[in-house]
Nanobody, 119 residues
Framework: QVQLVESGGGLVQPGGSLRLSCAAS????????IGWFRQAPGKEREGVSC????DYADSVKGRFTISRDNAKNTVYLQMNSLKPEDSAVYYC????????????????WGQGTRVTVSS
């Protein structure tokens, strides 16, 4: 059974940093990629980054960094220089055919962790 658990969200001031974690079980990161997505109120879910392609959305390039710890089966998203427009619920996802930033490629999703950037 595939399970993804996100953590690390919270309230941060503009310019601050957060590190999100996505702990995976039921899949091995050697074979399955992990993608990070976000969804703000009233907006569509958008791809943020993917560990296998090291791809990033244009809006986060140079500020966010994705990384992995295979021993812990965990993928991280380090978010620096946060802006109010980064506020959203952040999700991690995986799937056997996934490899990019399109949400439709992914079959399994975590419950999400909320990030709020506000002064």
């Amino acid at each position: 059974q595939v399970q993804l658990v996100e953590s690390g969200g919270g309230l941060v001031q503009p310019g601050g940093s957060l590190r999100l974690s996505c702990a995976a079980s039921g899949v091995t990161l050697d074979y399955y990629t992990i993608g990070w997505f976000r969804q703000a109120p009233g907006k569509e879910r958008e791809g943020v980054s993917c560990i296998s392609s090291s791809d990033y959305a244009d809006s986060v390039k140079g500020r966010f960094t994705i990384s992995r710890d295979n021993a812990k089966n965990t993928v991280y998203l380090q978010m620096n220089s946060l802006k109010p427009e980064d506020s959203a619920v952040y999700y991690c996802a995986t799937g056997p055919m996934a490899g990019g930033l399109g949400p439709n490629e992914y079959d399994y999703w975590g419950q999400g962790t909320r990030v709020t950037v506000s002064s």
